[in-house]
């Protein structure tokens, strides 16, 4: 089972997880992060420039982004990999040459995915993978019906993901049809996963991620099946979850050594 810790704020949430990335840093300076999009990671992104800014050292850690839109001209301020320039790199001080993001160039695309899974295979996989999750249910951009074993692909969005992710854009026709996504089964070779969510919105995506029967149709569900699970939940995200208390209680009587 994940394990499942509510915080107040979603700042608390960030902190708690920057530390333990920071930790892990410092016992492991070439660590791999896996880096989600989205505005979901932007506290620990932030909380993660301030133990920069208070001497923790990134420069030899690894990033890879978990997806890409496709087809967007290059250097777009919406495309994933100059978001994660903005948000990570610049912020955390990485070496832009450790940092990888899915191809999204229409010339080529057919071995996009192909030549990402070689990538993160050669490199050693993921140590932590970073995930906010969709109101589909998402993952990545691995909407409802992806299996569980599907690696680093093109996808076709759903029309709810490109209405939820048209606010970063000018207009619902410039949101992208497809994208290049690391699959779940990508996904779930990562060495530990820490699931975010924050605010009512993700309530619904969270309970049955968590806690709902483990299906293709919520592609959250797919964390259920992963050995070291960490969702961190503010409490309104956390406020359909059944089992709330349990998490609270077990939270509460957690032996210090644990960590997360
Ligand atoms: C995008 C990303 C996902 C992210 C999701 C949720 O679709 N591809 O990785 O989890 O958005 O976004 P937000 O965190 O803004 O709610």
Not at 134 to 145: A, I, K, M, S, V
């Amino acid at each position: 089972m994940a394990e499942v810790i509510v915080l107040d704020t979603k700042e608390a949430g960030a902190s708690l997880v920057a530390d333990h990335i920071a930790g892990l840093a410092r016992t492991n300076p070439a660590v791999t992060l896996g880096v989600a999009t989205g505005s979901t990671p932007l506290p620990v992104y932030a909380a993660l420039e301030e133990r920069a800014a208070n001497g923790a050292d990134f420069t030899q850690a690894a990033a890879f982004a978990l997806d890409e839109y496709v087809g967007l001209p290059d250097g777009h301020p919406e495309s994933y990999a100059a978001v994660v320039n903005r948000e990570v790199t610049q912020r955390l001080g990485l070496d832009t040459a450790r940092v990888h993001v899915p191809d999204g160039t229409l010339s080529g695309i057919e071995t996009a995915g192909e030549r990402y899974e070689r990538a993160l295979t050669e490199h050693g996989g993921v140590d932590l993978q970073l995930l906010g999750i969709g109101t589909t249910g998402h993952l990545g951009f691995n909407e409802p019906g992806s299996s569980f074993a599907s690696l680093t692909r093109v996808k076709t969005l759903t029309e709810r993901t490109r209405q939820d992710n048209a606010r970063f854009f000018d207009s619902l026709d410039q949101v992208p049809m497809h994208c290049v996504t690391q699959g779940l089964g990508t996904i779930l070779r990562a060495r530990h996963l820490v699931l975010l969510a924050f605010g009512e919105g993700k309530a619904g995506a969270i309970a049955q991620a968590v806690e709902g029967p483990v299906t293709a149709s919520m592609p959250g569900s797919a964390i259920q099946l992963h050995p070291h699970v960490t969702v961190v939940l503010d409490p309104a995200a956390a406020s359909a979850l059944q089992h709330r208390d349990y998490y609270r209680w077990a939270q509460d009587n957690k032996p210090a050594w644990q960590g997360i």
